[in-house]
């Protein structure tokens, strides 16, 4: 838990909801009077608003089956196409020339597609992976730059029932070969590569190593070409997307699949071993995007420009950029590119062009271009803004200050979005026209969510801090960790008997029922937003032929919220390359987001009696900070000074 964050308890600052402007949800009264809806009528209440809000082949005849719990089902019975509810009921309606994705690259180039021409080119894709032999269940890996063809390829995936599963491109071959290992994937769908920096940040090749090796269910590889960088063709296995999509009909009937068929597999990390597939179905995790546009964020379809910056390789891409924006018929900006290039305007300069009105961030990206200066905002014309959001990590008192005042103009409620890749959608979060907010916290469940924050024994805490826990099922809930489903019960359900779902976060909730977020409570690191699990980067160091043992910790940093520390023991004595070669082969096994910042060396590892490595002990250390550990029971007392001594990266 940092200290930035901790600070966050004596904020007091309130900040009522702009007036003179009907949202949603329009005041608090109204919110209250939803959640007693929900209360005396929870089955009632989803079932109106599924009804409301999607477009079902066949209804479905039960809202919630929690005879099999923790594996709940949601609208059994029931029978839709995800892609028809986001694109064919939109043309249908009249909307075909409507936009549905503005795309701007980073040298500038921008592509508007109509909801009539994303509609035909999701059906020539999904011909084309029905014809590859991709059927209904199998999975498709999808590890692409920011740029349509992901989102058209997420879509037509859909359309024919089978299950995407999107890796982040910064992603390395490595970690891309286990999760197609995982996912038993038939399919992979690629691009050559994307701009990055002014550059070209390849793909393929990432592809054709993750390939190499025995990976053996791949049998095609799907190549958008993009960035026009040379690449390796694998004759019979590598298919060109447009050479193949040009000879396809426009046509591709949506196939009707049950309410809880499942839509996408998401890779995230926990805090013991592999990266865990979190496993998402299709009718209650649309619902849930959908709805939760239209209340966290006031998303107006028929006027609102909507951008949300995540890549779609992680949960708020794949809800927030394509799914919720598509299925309310309104337009998503995509941006393929980084945020300061070729300034730390660039962002500004984009919301400016378009006219965003909408626009949805991380806490590290405000934090930097805060950083960059008051200058870069202040050269654009923001006034088309009128709701800011923040998701990934909890947001200090001054990043969110700032965004309330230099980009917002005081004049955009600021919108902090708690949820995580297994809750599919936003959790917690002020509606913006309706939730006073206080800078630092994410405010109140949703309507129809139901949070606690509890102590060991599950007993809700009404001062100080505690643990986040979720009291009743979700549509958008996680439905279990791709095949493993003693692992789903265990990191979820096991800690409180099955009865609250396990959040992994500390909270704290105050006078007013706020919820205040104090970083997580398990071994799970939150870098920059990005998920990163300590076991995973300590097995991606112990794998370097150097190492003997690695522990790793997070430490408090002022960009990235947390920063990774390294605390390593050597088969060897170090060179003076070894830090930054363990630094290269920690991004070659997981990426570049999991390098460490900071490495040190020792002979052993402080470890407690029955040989549990001392992490707080680490993280005080990592931290600077003095040790609040016992350490007399250590037996070599000199290896704590020895790693108080900082490494050079
Ligand atoms: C973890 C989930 C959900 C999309 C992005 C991350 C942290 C997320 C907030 C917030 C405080 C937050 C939590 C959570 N987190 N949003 N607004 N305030 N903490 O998804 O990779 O699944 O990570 O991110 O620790 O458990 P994820």
Known sequence: ?????????????????????????????EY?????????????TWRTLAHEHLSWSEPFTRVLDRSKAPFFRWFDGGKLNLSENCLDRHVEA???????????????????ISYQELLDDVCKAANVIKEIGVEAGDRVIIYMPMIPEAAIAMLACARIGAIHSVVFGAFSPQALHDRIQDAEAKLVITADGGGRRGGIHAMKPGVDEALSGTCLSVQHVLVVRHAGNAIEWNAGRDIDWHQALKFQPAVCPPLAVDSEHPLFILYTSGSTGKPKGILHSTAGYLLWASLTMRWSFDFRPESDLFWCTADIGWITGHTYSVYGPLANGGTTVMYEGVPTYPDPGRLWKICADHGVTIFYTAPTAIRALKKAGDEWPNKHDLSSLRVLGTVGEPINP??????????GKTRCPIVDTWWQTETGGHMIAP???????????????????DVEVVDEHGKPVSEGGGMLVIRQPWPAMLRGIWGDDQRYIDTYWKKFDGRYYFAGDGARKDKDGYIWFMGRVDDVLNVSGHRLGTMEIESALASHPAVAEAAVVGRPDELKGEAICAFVVLKCKPGDKLIAELRVHVAREIGPIAKPDDIRFANSLPKTRSGKIMRRLLRDIAAGRDITSDISTLEDQSVVLQLQQPGKA
């Open 1 to 29: 838990m940092s200290e930035t964050i901790m600070s966050t308890l004596e904020e007091n600052r309130s900040f009522n909801p702009p007036q003179g402007h009907k949202g949603h949800i329009s005041s608090l009264d």
């Open 32 to 44: 209250f009077s939803i959640h007693e809806q929900f209360k005396s009528d929870f089955d009632g």
């Open 94 to 112: 009249g909307l075909g020339d409507r936009t549905a994705i503005i795309w701007e690259a980073e040298a500038g180039e921008v592509r508007r």
């Open 398 to 407: 001054e990043a969110w200050m700032w965004y309330h005042d230099v980009i």
């Open 431 to 449: 509606l913006p026209f309706a939730t006073p907010t206080k800078p630092g916290s994410a405010t109140l469940a949703l309507p129809g969510i």
